[in-house]
C-alpha cells in the first residue's frame, strides 16, 4: 500500500503560482513513477504532468506545458508540481497518484495508488 497526501492548494489570482506536494508513505517511493492529474466540476478526470522513478524523464499535457513542472525528491519520498501563469481554466482539484513502474504513464487506470486531492481556484 502507498499512502499519498496532496497539499498546496488555494486561490490565486490569475497569473500566480501555486506549488502543489504530495508526500508518499508506506513503501519505497523510489520504486514508482508519479503522475498529476487533475478534475474539474462537470469534467472528466485529466491527465497533467507525470515523472519516472528516477525523475530523468517527465510528460506533460499540452495545455500545462511550459507552465508546469514536476519534480520528485526521493529522500523525503515527495513529488511536487509547480504551476506558473495560472489560467481560470486551471481550476480543479488536483490529485497526486503512484504507478509501480518506470514509465511516467499519462492514462490514469495505470496508477493504482490514489491521494484525496487538492482544490486550486484560479480566478480571473
Known amino acids: 500500500q502507498v499512502q499519498l497526501v496532496e497539499s498546496g492548494g488555494g486561490l490565486v489570482q490569475a497569473g500566480g503560482s501555486l506549488r502543489l506536494s504530495c508526500a508518499a508513505s508506506?513503501?519505497?517511493?523510489?520504486?514508482?513513477?508519479m503522475g498529476w492529474f487533475r478534475q474539474a466540476p462537470g469534467k472528466e478526470r485529466e491527465f497533467v504532468a507525470a515523472?519516472?522513478?528516477?525523475?530523468?524523464?517527465?510528460r506533460y499535457a499540452d495545455s500545462v506545458k511550459g507552465r508546469f513542472t514536476i519534480s520528485r525528491d526521493n529522500a523525503k519520498n515527495t513529488v511536487y508540481l509547480q504551476m506558473n501563469s495560472l489560467k481560470p481554466e486551471d481550476t480543479a482539484v488536483y490529485y497526486c497518484a503512484a504507478n509501480r513502474s518506470w514509465r511516467p504513464s499519462v492514462v490514469g487506470n495505470d496508477y493504482a495508488y490514489w491521494g484525496q486531492g487538492t482544490q486550486v481556484t484560479v480566478s480571473s
Open positions: 515523472i519516472s522513478w528516477t525523475g530523468g524523464m517527465t
Open positions: 508506506g513503501r519505497t517511493f523510489s520504486d514508482y513513477a
